[in-house]
Each structure stands twice: as C-alpha cells, then as structure tokens.
C-alpha cells in the first residue's frame, strides 16, 4: 500500500474538486491544471463518466502507474489509445475490457488487440505474470469491474479493519455480511463450490466474535449484528 507525500485531486468543476480535497484536512490539493497535476504524480486514477479520453502520452512520465476505473460501458473512455500502446496493459477481465473498457477503444482504433493485453490482474497477483519489470515502464490497468474482485478486495479491507481495530468496527459485521452474501451468490452464478452459501469467507476474523449467524438474503436486509 502507497504512502504518498502528495495527492492532487482534478474535477472540471473546480469548487468540487475543492471540496473533495477539504475533507482530507489539508493532505489533498486541489490541481487547477489536468496536465500539470498528472505529469507532477507517480501514480494516476481516473474515475469518471467520460466519453472521450482526456489523459494522453505528453502527460505522462515514465514509471507512471494508472489505474483507469471510470469506463465501464462501451461509451465511456478515460485513457487515448496512443499511451495504452505504450503502457504495459493489465485488464481485470481481458474479454470484458475489450468490449467495453478503454482496451475496447483501442481496439475499435486499430492500434491494439486484446492479445496484447500484458496480464490480467489474477494472473498477476497469483505470480502467473510480472507486474512491474522495469522502473520506467508505464503501466495502465484497464479495470471495467468485475463483482468477485469487489468483494474479495471488500474482504481483505474488513480483515485489515479489525486487525487495526478502526472507527468503522462498529459497521464491520453489517459490511462483511453484504460481502459475503455478493460473494456467495456470484459463487452459485459462476458454479463455484468453494464458498458455502450463507457463510462468510474464511479468515474474516468473525468466528472470534461470534457471528458465525446465516446472512441476509439480500444486503438490504443486512441489520447491524451486535
């Protein structure tokens, strides 16, 4: 987990941007000028609802990770097919990004292929591929959404939570009870067998607390155990 000196935080409406950097108490600034703000950081994120990219190669130094979250539809883009080109491209899901994610307008430009998808995050992560190989290598994942990696980063938060023992205890059992309902029906969608449905995930740290209990049918039914 990254530790930055510096956060800048951009919105076209620049009193929102303001805003989002308030609630930081002082540890984001607000950046009036896209361009400046994204050559000036190591590490990028777009989330946004755009449809027509706006971070291009001259933004861009090298080593620079970007995690493009915001195009989840086949009309949304974030990242200009030129820097995916440059960039060491991981996807979350290849075959999705490449209907609908920025890989997919790539694609439809002619300048990629799903083929040269360096990795999807699994793979990475399960050490089948290599991340980061070299120090000036520009790397973009390309993430569309996918709800098992959701809540299996959902999980690891909530386990990371309680290990720290944070403000947010007091919510943690309505959280992981939503998780693992998500998780327990994706599991039953795709076939999986490895998560009992009405259980939650094991190493969650729950059965210390003793809220081995069935879970909701639905997060919305999820009460906040004591």
Do not use: W
């Amino acid at each position: 987990v990254r530790n930055p000196r510096r956060i800048f935080a951009y919105d076209r409406d620049a009193g929102r941007a303001a805003g989002f950097a308030a609630r930081f108490a002082g540890r984001v600034t607000p950046a009036e000028d896209l361009a400046e703000a994204a050559r000036s950081s190591d590490i990028i994120v777009t989330c946004t609802t755009a449809n027509r990219y706006f971070i291009t190669p001259e933004f861009i130094r090298p080593g620079t990770f970007i995690a493009a979250v915001g195009a989840d539809n086949e009309h949304k883009q974030e990242i200009d097919p030129r820097l995916l080109v440059q960039a060491k491209v991981v996807t979350d899901l290849t075959d999705q990004a490449a209907r609908f994610g920025d890989l997919h307008h790539a694609i439809d430009a002619g300048v990629m292929s799903a083929a040269d998808v360096h990795a999807e995050l699994g793979e990475v992560i399960a050490g089948r591929k290599p991340g980061r190989e070299r120090a000036d290598e520009i790397i973009v994942y390309d993430s569309t959404g996918t709800g098992l990696q959701d809540v299996a980063a959902a999980v690891a938060t909530y386990a990371k939570a309680l290990e720290l023992e944070t403000a947010m205890k007091g919510t943690l059992q309505t959280f992981a009870l939503a998780g693992a309902t998500a998780l327990s029906a994706h599991a039953q969608t795709e076939g999986f067998d490895a998560v009992k449905p009405g259980a939650l995930p094991p190493g969650t740290g729950t059965e210390r607390q003793g809220t081995d209990r069935p879970v909701p049918r639905s997060r919305f039914d999820a009460g906040r155990v004591p």
